[in-house]
């Protein structure tokens, strides 16, 4: 009898990175270094005798589609002063996504299309949100307030032993 086939892994990630501070959505880069096209990337530029010791981590890779998102499709910014090109708007972005990640932007900053992404998309998301401090206000502002499917994820969180220090520099 053989063996049923393995379902590849996928995720499809959105992220909301208009204005926002570069370090609250620094774990697309982590995420993205799991995705099988990096894994390509790096096997393609390794010396050929490293090849056994990457091939080991082959099948943990995953297929990954990142919706960078912003209102339109002209070049937008982050901090500090880092200019990027959308490459989806709010409005065409799938809503079934597995992960939404939310950058937190400058309060005063949210277009509409953000907030209608974010209530939206929140009803047939798969997986979770997952927000830094600002972006915390925005999924309040929107209605978006069921923790069963949000992560804080913030430098505060990821380090306990420094957390009181830490939550007053970036909270």
Same mark, same amino acid.
């Given at each position: ?16 990175? !208009?204005?926002?501070?570069? *370090? +609250? @959505? %620094? ?8 995705? &099988? ?54 409005? !065409?972005?799938?809503?079934? *996504? +597995? @992960? %939404? ?8 900053? &949210? ?61």
């Amino acid at each position: 009898m053989a063996a049923a086939a393995v379902p590849k892994k996928s995720l499809r990630i959105g992220v909301m990175m !208009d204005n926002v501070q570069l *370090l +609250d @959505i %620094v774990g697309i880069d982590l995420i993205g270094n799991l995705s &099988r096209e990096y894994m390509n990337f790096v096997k393609d530029s390794m010396p050929p005798e490293l090849a056994p010791f990457l091939a080991s981590f082959e099948s943990h890779a995953l297929d990954i589609e990142f919706f960078f998102l912003a209102p339109t499709l002209e070049p937008t910014i982050m901090t500090p002063k880092l200019s990027y090109v959308p490459n989806m708007t709010y409005d !065409d972005c799938p809503r079934d *996504l +597995d @992960i %939404v990640l939310v950058g937190g932007p400058v309060l005063s900053h &949210r277009p509409p299309q953000a907030d209608k992404f974010m209530r939206e998309a929140w009803y047939v998301l798969r997986s979770c949100v997952v927000y830094s401090c600002p972006g915390h206000a925005d999924r309040s502002r929107v209605g978006v307030c069921s923790c069963d499917r949000l992560a804080h994820c913030t430098l505060p969180s990821a380090l306990p032993k420094r957390r009181s220090i830490l939550t007053r520099l970036f909270c």
